[in-house]
């Protein structure tokens, strides 16, 4: 038979030892801990056992008080401040003397310029790394697609990379082919970048 893990078993099996060691002194003659001090440490047990649970019901209770008073303080805070906000009118200094400040108006997110320095870094046998910069103006991109054609083709997507760099593998040997990026975010889609010709 294994010790108990769960708490409530183990003192169900205190209490039928204490009970079981009382009742057959004769046939457990020599305890190593005494039936006094077993049932004296069951006894504190089970009265900090009670204390926690009503620690914890005193816990969920304040908790519950401290959550009613932050709302409180929460909506009374916001309704203040809009009225602070209004009677301002604006004014910096006077929303300052209450530790508040104009909102900012949101600026709208505007598409990214055309990144440029397309180059390519290396290359080999169907292979090559492809680095450019991001444009100075514009939104910020999120994302950049990578664009290939032949000579007589269209534009095609070949791959995507949220760096200003990516490797590009199983690509067409022996012929010119021509790549550009393309940056995009949630505004738009930027113009492409310079084009570069490479024959791998």
Same mark, same amino acid.
């Given at each position: ?23 057959? *002194? ?7 801990? *005494? ?106 991109? *999120? ?58």
């Amino acid at each position: 038979m294994k010790f108990p893990a769960k708490e409530a078993d183990v003192m169900m099996l205190a209490e039928q030892m204490s009970a079981g060691f009382s009742k057959n *002194s004769s046939l457990f003659p020599t305890l190593p801990v *005494s039936i006094g001090e077993l049932k004296g440490t069951i006894s504190s047990c089970i009265l900090t056992m009670n204390n926690c649970i009503a620690a914890r019901a005193a816990l969920d209770k304040a908790s519950e008080a401290k959550k009613v008073n932050y709302e409180k303080l929460v909506g009374i805070m916001k309704k203040e401040l809009r009225y602070a906000e209004n009677t301002a009118s604006g004014d910096e200094a006077m929303l300052a003397t209450i530790g508040w400040s104009v909102k900012k108006t949101a600026t709208p997110m505007t598409p990214p310029e055309a990144c440029y320095s397309l180059t390519v870094e290396k290359e080999g046998k169907g292979w090559l790394s492809l680095s450019w910069k991001k444009a100075d103006k514009g939104g910020k991109p *999120s994302a950049y697609t990578i664009e290939k054609r032949t000579q007589e083709g269209d534009w095609e997507e070949v791959g995507s990379a949220v760096e200003t760099k990516k490797d590009l593998v199983d690509q067409p040997r022996g012929l010119p082919i021509y790549y550009r990026v393309v940056g995009f975010n949630k505004a738009g889609t930027s113009a492409p970048s310079n084009t570069v010709e490479v024959t791998l």
